[in-house]
């Protein structure tokens, strides 16, 4: 079936009290509103690429976030002109620093980069013998302390400057594992909850001990004020993801903190070479996407969003709620991906599927749509991915398939 038919027979879906025939056009729904130039060449056509709507979140397997106007046009912009990468980030970074009320700020090849090069800089200083040197740590400090609920995959970032990491439960602990060998005291803002000590106290605790703190926000806007909150609050590092949230490039993030700290981490990195950064490079296509994404972000109306996808939701959930045996729910998390997640969930001795083959089967539809996998029979999906209208066909999709599977 053509693309088109496809879509004129989702407006007719039988969508019970949902007006969504007719009220939007649907060749902008499938031509998303955040392309840029009008396509001279269709490369997901051409190389047989399966695009979706994405209704599961900012996952780096499904390429993160869509980058909006203002970013593809800063990039473009980037790519007319030769210019040095320093002075690139030299006048980028102090306006990141100025948005977030950090010292000093770099663009990173996404939050992973920022940790290794943050990390790097307090390791070398800007000891040039140092760097080289990176990562055999001989005669340098070779630990990193975190809690042991915050000791998740990300870590192995810290690891690739050579540094061992030692994961403790409470102040005490933390107080007995600093020695002379300590580097940094790294938290993971998402797992805050699930620790026993808090940013304040690990804040405090590192400066006592003049040991640098960083903390990882990757996927931690909204709310927005938490590109300054931990700046404010004394952490000497921040890194946080690009394409996230934010829909920067994907391929980008920001390390801002202290500004020595943010000169050394930069001495690790492109454009100097013989370091352990050399391969995280970001050109100033990146560090334009980033600093436009950001100023984008920033002066967003949150509250505005807020509403949107919860009416986005809204509309989802008083689909699906039509067939017997769906029971939904809204829930928010606290940190991390911090947006309205809808989990739909169903009887299934009245609606024989599991959530896998209800997956596979929006999947292969046309649009194709992702959601994620819920707990026992349920699927979870989140709308701040989605582009204008998409939500009308996520809402009709996930209607016929389980209404399908509940009809036989
Ligand atoms: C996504 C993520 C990272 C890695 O970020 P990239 O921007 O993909 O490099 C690091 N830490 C946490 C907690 C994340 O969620």
């Known amino acids: 079936m053509k693309r088109r038919e496809v879509i004129k027979n989702i407006s007719v879906l039988p969508v019970a009290g949902l007006a969504i025939t007719g009220s939007y056009n649907l060749e902008s729904v499938i031509a998303s509103p955040s392309a840029f130039l009008p396509a001279r060449r269709n490369l997901f056509k051409e190389l047989g690429l399966r695009t979706f709507i994405n209704a599961a979140g900012t996952y780096t397997f499904m390429t993160g976030s869509l980058m909006p106007a203002e970013v593809i046009e800063a990039m473009v912009a980037a790519s007319k002109e030769f210019v040095l990468l320093d002075d690139v980030q030299d006048k980028v970074?102090?306006?990141?620093?100025?948005?977030?009320?950090?010292?000093?700020?770099?663009?990173?090849?996404?939050?992973?980069?920022?940790?290794?090069?943050?990390?790097?800089?307090?390791?070398?200083?800007?000891?040039?013998?140092?760097?080289?040197?990176?990562?055999?740590?001989?005669?340098l400090k070779s630990e990193v302390i975190t809690q042991k609920s915050h000791n998740t995959g990300y870590v192995h970032a810290l690891k690739n400057t050579g540094v061992k990491i030692v994961a403790i439960d409470t102040i005490q602990d933390l107080e007995n594992a600093i020695n002379e060998k300590t580097a940094m005291m790294w938290f993971l803002n998402y797992a805050a909850p699930d620790g026993q000590i808090q940013h304040e106290d690990w804040v405090a605790i590192g400066k006592k001990h003049n040991i640098p703190t960083m903390n990882d926000i990757a996927a931690d806007v909204p709310p927005v004020e938490n590109l300054w909150k931990y700046n404010d609050m004394g952490f000497d590092l921040v890194c946080i993801s690009g394409g996230?949230?934010?829909?920067?490039?994907?391929?980008?993030?920001?390390?801002?903190?202290?500004?020595?700290?943010?000169?050394?981490?930069?001495?690790?990195?492109?454009?100097?070479?013989?370091?352990?950064?050399?391969?995280?490079?970001?050109?100033?296509?990146?560090?334009?996407?980033?600093?436009?994404?950001?100023?984008?972000?920033?002066?967003?109306?949150?509250?505005?969003?807020?509403?949107?996808?919860?009416?986005?939701?809204?509309?989802?959930?008083?689909?699906?709620k039509k067939i017997k045996?769906?029971?939904?729910?809204?829930?928010?998390?606290?940190?991390?991906?911090?947006?309205?997640?809808?989990?739909?969930?169903?009887?299934?001795?009245?609606?024989p599927v599991t959530r896998e083959e209800l997956q596979d089967r929006l999947r292969r539809g046309n649009p194709s749509i992702e959601v994620v996998a819920g707990k026992e029979n349920s699927i979870n999906l989140t709308v701040f991915m989605l582009e204008p209208n998409q939500e009308k066909i996520v809402a009709s999709r996930i209607y016929e398939e389980l209404n399908k599977a509940s009809a036989k």
């Open 244 to 320: 996230k949230a934010l829909r920067g490039p994907q391929s980008a993030g920001i390390l801002m903190g202290r500004k020595d700290l943010i000169e050394a981490a930069r001495l690790n990195a492109p454009p100097r070479g013989g370091n352990i950064g050399r391969g995280m490079k970001v050109n100033k296509e990146e560090v334009f996407g980033m600093f436009a994404a950001l100023e984008r972000y920033i002066s967003l109306d949150h509250r505005k969003e807020w509403k949107i996808w919860e009416d986005r939701i809204a509309l989802i959930e008083a689909a699906v």
């Open 93 to 139: 970074g102090e306006k990141i620093a100025s948005m977030c009320h950090a010292e000093a700020a770099t663009v990173t090849a996404g939050c992973w980069s920022a940790m290794v090069l943050g990390l790097a800089g307090i390791l070398t200083g800007r000891d040039l013998k140092k760097i080289a040197q990176l990562p055999d740590l001989d005669e």
């Open 325 to 351: 045996g769906i029971t939904t729910s809204v829930t928010v998390p606290p940190v991390a991906n911090h947006t309205p997640t809808l989990n739909i969930a169903w009887d299934t001795s009245t609606i």
